[in-house]
């Protein structure tokens, strides 16, 4: 008859996986907390370095190093291993595309965070002329076989021009009344006026947010538009405050502070860590992370430009004769 | 005073007792169910307020599941081997060596509604045996409560087989007996007493000479089954302080039955075969057999409560003062994997069952209180036999959930900080390269399955097949893939960017669907059901959270609360015509 297992077997196997478990536990532990062997087999806390990427097809070099490169599903990029306590410089870049650069720091334990902003080098415009030609059969009294007509498309873009306000103004209807003759006649007039959502009045009250222009509210960041520079704030106290506002190098309230002024500015499409920003001098994207030298890629350089960002994150450009659209 | 004569032994609930006895069995059966929701609970606050701590917990425990699962692939792999020789090993010539001739095979068949066909199934097989079978005698144990359907069946049966065994008795087990919940305890109960009234005390058949086989009416033994129980039994020391187990193999309809509950029936078998190797911790389980003499001096099986199958093991254990074990036999019998007619109604039924048998933790408080009480068996045994079972239902509540879901906790609710660290970057690919090395002992399970499966039977290729998996759709599928295949190579940056910007999981999943179908499509219905049987191994992780963890917690919840299921749940037995 064959015996079941035998106890000799059971039991060594048993006590070799208790000493297995007993030694591997805090070993995964240890190397779970980025525990390394360093010089002479010292023991060094390690850190990391984590990039989060909209783009796909990327390639990341750490310190002029290459890491790896992503496919179309696996964009962001974890690297390992960094000792700690100093920067590294953290390239990424695609074909046809600025790169994007950051120096981000590294401490023991932690991973650092930081968000990929890259603009492709040549965008694609479409230029949207204020009349079109249209065909037209020729007559009697025309021989004419076209005639130019108001372009629906430039003129449902201008309606995006009309005025250019903040997140928070809205219309507001007065009736003021005066005596003419002796008869009481009402008049009524719409005025614009900022109104905060409740839960942003304090935030609003203590920054003096009445004081500025285009507010704005992004997934619990707060910008603004104070002369000529974009402020940003997180205001969701209870809330763990994104990557760019809890580094240790960065401050509660970001500032994009250039030497030139900015005009005008808007979210950068599905980000609340990058915005759109109006210069003399063109349109660009700026990030909010002021962790090293910030990246700011231009989508036009020229001069006498405004801008508007349309519901379909597609970016209308207005030179004073004809728009430009795009989209990347 | 013997344990067996005290007011304790045939308790089922707390319900049962008065006083002090009744808190403290009230608080046993609390016990189960504060252990395993308070580990949840521990893991839940623990990833609140200190990710960390969980963090460790949670790497500490997939290293010790990675263990266990090797520890156990050992048993299983080596039970396997054990089984199959078992199968092979010629068990007339074994049992010629021996005076075995005296031994009579009892073997009670409790039915409820079950079909006709069934009943004759299970027949059929003992009228196979290579057992002498005029020792063999038969009990028809039917219920009065499923009426006279019922009692014809066991009337036609016992016409058509009186004369093939030693005897068939037919037994009615009247309703709405005092003290008896409606379930199978009280039905082979009866069946045994009228067995040993009608049948062994008018033929004067010693007790002690006659084995009883407590059988579901869907249970199929091989033509060598009562041979290979008659050499345990007769070559087991002490052999009527021993339940002698086989293995339960849900092979009668495995072919009928969908994938999911396929997963459900071999996890059951697996772990009665790991158990078989572990024949310390082994307990009686659904089909098992017992020594005549051993059951009547407890008064056979328990008929106020549902899991009599393994109350019975510990009915004796507690009556023999812990000198009882069961006798592990290594040799299958075969039985139904729960089928509907309906996939969703085999789910359903899928976990009614395994919520039937992971009722059984309310065999807990009761072999603790009996520990307690019964200070004759030795204290290392009761220890031993309590860390065992805490151990076992314990791991069988929590440990899939910890494994698939609460693992993932402290990364969801550790907040920013813990979030920030190198461990909550680790934790996940710890476990997931710690799973997926534990996964070889699901492929070895997988093997040892698919190893036991019957072959498919003919004809069973020639059904129809789903609708969506037709040839001609193959060709629809293809159609539907071709321009993607058809761009790539002409424009792939227009395709990445397409993919990129819009659709690329919905995109990349699709396709890789689509593949498969196309696959699938140009195989034959037995290819089919052949790689369906492979592939359906990958639900093992839902098997084991849906059909173990949940209806585990149910079970304990419900002891805990004091909701006694008051009554056995009999598995319909639906089978395809052509597996009858």
């Known amino acids: 008859m064959m015996p079941p297992l035998s106890k000799r077997v059971r039991m060594t196997t048993l006590w070799l996986s208790v000493l297995i478990f007993i030694v591997g536990t805090p070993l995964l532990i240890g190397y779970s907390q980025g525990y390394r062997l360093g010089d002479a087999l010292s023991l060094i806390q390690t850190g990391g370095i984590y990039i989060h990427s909209d783009m796909a097809n990327t390639t990341v070099y750490i310190d002029g190093e290459f890491v790896e490169d992503n496919g179309v599903l696996l964009k962001n990029t974890l690297i390992q291993n960094l000792r700690p306590n100093r920067t590294y410089e953290v390239w990424v870049e695609k074909d046809e595309y600025r790169s994007w650069v950051k120096e981000l720091p590294v401490e023991p334990n932690l991973v650092t965070e930081a968000r990929v902003l890259m603009l492709p080098k040549n965008f694609e415009w479409e230029i949207v002329p204020a009349s079109t030609t249209v065909p037209v059969v020729p007559t009697a009294t025309s021989t004419a076989t076209s005639t130019l007509v108001a372009n629906p498309v430039f003129v449902s873009l201008s309606e995006h021009f009309k005025t250019d306000r903040g997140q928070f103004v809205v219309d507001v209807a007065t009736t003021t009344y005066a005596y003419d003759s002796g008869v009481r006649v009402a008049t009524s007039t719409t005025i614009a006026e900022v109104q905060f959502p409740e839960d942003l009045m304090e935030f609003a009250s203590s920054s003096e947010l009445d004081q500025a222009t285009l507010v704005r509210e992004r997934d619990g960041v707060v910008s603004w538009l104070r002369d000529g520079d974009v402020y940003a704030a997180w205001v969701r106290r209870e809330d763990d405050a994104p990557h760019i506002f809890r580094d240790a190098t960065t401050t509660q309230e970001l500032l994009i502070d250039w030497e030139d002024t900015i005009l005008r500015y808007q979210w950068y499409p599905n980000r609340n860590d990058a915005v759109i920003v109006l210069t003399e001098r063109g349109v660009y994207a700026v990030e909010l992370d002021d962790r090293s030298q910030r990246n700011i890629q231009p989508f036009i350089e020229e001069p006498g430009l405004t801008f508007r960002i349309l519901p379909d994150d597609t970016l209308v450009v207005w030179d004073g004769e004809v728009y430009r659209t795009t989209s990347w | ?580």
């Open chain 2, 1 to 580: 005073m013997n344990f067996v004569e005290t007011p304790y032994f045939h308790v089922a609930h707390a319900r049962d007792l008065k006083g002090r006895d009744r808190v403290l069995f009230r608080a046993l059966e609390f016990f189960p169910g504060v252990l395993s929701w308070g580990t949840i609970i521990l893991i839940v606050t623990l990833s609140i307020y200190a990710p960390v701590a969980a963090a460790y917990f949670i790497i500490a425990f997939d290293l010790y599941w990675l263990l266990k699962t090797f520890y156990l692939s050992l048993h299983q792999r080596h039970n396997w081997k054990r089984l199959r020789h078992n199968m092979s090993v010629d068990w007339q010539a074994m049992l010629e060596t021996l005076k075995y001739e005296h031994v009579h095979h009892l073997v009670i068949l409790p039915f409820y509604k079950e079909s006709r066909e069934t009943v004759d199934a299970a027949l059929r097989g003992l009228a196979e045996s290579h057992y002498d079978r005029s020792r063999l005698l038969v009990v028809l144990a039917a219920e009065e409560r499923a009426g006279t359907e019922a009692e014809a069946i066991a009337t036609a049966m016992e016409e058509k087989y009186r004369a093939v065994f030693g005897s068939v008795l037919v037994s009615i087990h009247p309703d709405g007996l005092p003290g008896e919940i409606k379930g199978k305890g009280p039905n082979i109960t009866y069946a045994a007493i009228q067995a040993r009234d009608k049948i062994i005390r008018a033929r004067h058949i010693p007790y002690k000479h006659v084995i009883v086989s407590a059988f579901d009416i869907d249970t199929v033994v091989e033509p060598n089954y009562l041979n290979c129980l008659t050499w345990h039994f007769l070559t087991t020391e002490d052999r009527h302080n021993a339940s002698y187990q086989p293995v339960p193999l849900y092979n009668n309809n495995i072919w009928d039955v969908p994938a999911i509950s396929r997963v459900a029936a071999f996890s059951s078998t697996l772990w009665q075969m790991i158990q078989q190797e572990r024949a310390e911790k082994l307990t009686s389980f659904s089909s098992h057999a017992i020594s005549f003499k051993a059951l009547e001096r407890v008064g056979f099986w328990q008929k106020n409560m549902v899991s009599d199958d393994s109350r019975i093991f510990w009915n004796l254990f507690l009556a023999n003062n812990g000198n009882y074990r069961t006798v592990p036999i290594s040799y299958p019998v075969s039985m139904d994997a729960t089928f509907a007619p309906s996939t969703l109604q085999t789910l359903v039924n899928v976990y009614r069952q395994q919520f039937r048998w992971l009722w059984g933790v309310e065999n807990l408080p009761y072999m603790m209180f009996g520990f307690i009480k019964n200070k004759a068996i030795p204290l290392k045994q009761r220890v031993y036999h309590t860390l065992v079972q805490v151990e076992g239902w314990w791991s069988l509540a929590t440990h899939p959930l910890i494994i698939l879901l609460l693992g993932w906790l402290p990364l969801i609710l550790g907040g920013e900080a813990f979030r920030d660290t190198v461990l909550s970057y680790n934790l996940p690919y710890i476990t997931r390269n710690l799973m997926i090395v534990a996964m070889s002992g699901l492929v070895l399970a997988a093997m040892i399955a698919f190893s036991f499966m019957p072959k498919l039977p003919e004809g069973d290729g020639d059904r129809k097949r789903p609708r969506w998996l037709r040839p001609l759709h193959g060709l629809l599928f293809a159609a539907l893939v071709a321009p993607y295949v058809l761009l790539l190579p002409v424009a792939p940056d227009a395709v990445t960017a397409f993919i990129d910007t819009y659709l690329e999981v919905f995109v990349t999943i699709s396709l890789v669907l689509l593949f498969v179908l196309i696959v699938l499509s140009c195989m034959s219905n037995r290819q089919l059901k052949y790689i369906g049987a492979s592939a359906q191994w990958l639900l093992v992780p839902f098997s084991i959270v849906l059909f173990g963890a949940i209806p585990g917690l149910h079970a304990q919840t419900r002891l805990m609360l004091g909701a006694y299921v008051g009554q056995f749940w009999v598995t319909p037995k639906h089978r395809k015509e052509h597996t009858i």
